[in-house]
């Protein structure tokens, strides 16, 4: 079984960087399309962010293009999502997820594995 272990989450101001660490065990890492989400209190689950195992594809939800950075390090078995210029709306809890799928798909309901999130919270 595939374990996702999320980092890097916290409470910054407007404007500011956090750099979000999905750590990847029990698994080969190398097979597996990982993807962020995030839900805010009393909204639905979105899609973030997603990086492919096979090289160069990824994708971006159109809310965070320019600001959002994805990038995976298959020796340390790690996928980084770094946000510029936080905005109070991307206040939510950050979750990774992992597929088998080669597409860096948006759909949560391609992804099989899921850790327990991590809690940003953009606030004065």
């Known amino acids: 079984q595939v374990q996702l272990v999320e980092s890097g989450g916290g409470t910054v101001q407007p404007g500011a960087s956090l750099k979000l660490t999905c750590e990847f065990s029990k698994g080969a890492f190398d097979s597996y399309t990982i993807g962020w989400f995030r839900q805010a209190p009393g909204k639905e689950r979105e899609f973030v962010a997603a990086?492919?195992?096979?090289?160069?594809?990824?994708s971006y939800a159109d809310f965070v293009k320019g600001r959002v950075t994805i990038s995976r390090d298959n020796a340390r078995n790690t996928v980084n999502l770094r946000m510029n210029g936080l905005k109070d709306d991307d206040t939510a809890v950050y979750f990774c997820?992992?597929?088998?799928?080669?597409?860096?798909?948006?759909?949560?309901?391609?992804?099989?594995?899921w850790g327990r999130g991590t809690q940003v919270t953009v606030s004065l």
């Open positions: 990086i492919s195992w096979f090289p160069g594809r990824h």
């Open positions: 997820a992992a597929t088998k799928r080669v597409a860096a798909t948006e759909s949560d309901q391609h992804y099989t594995d």
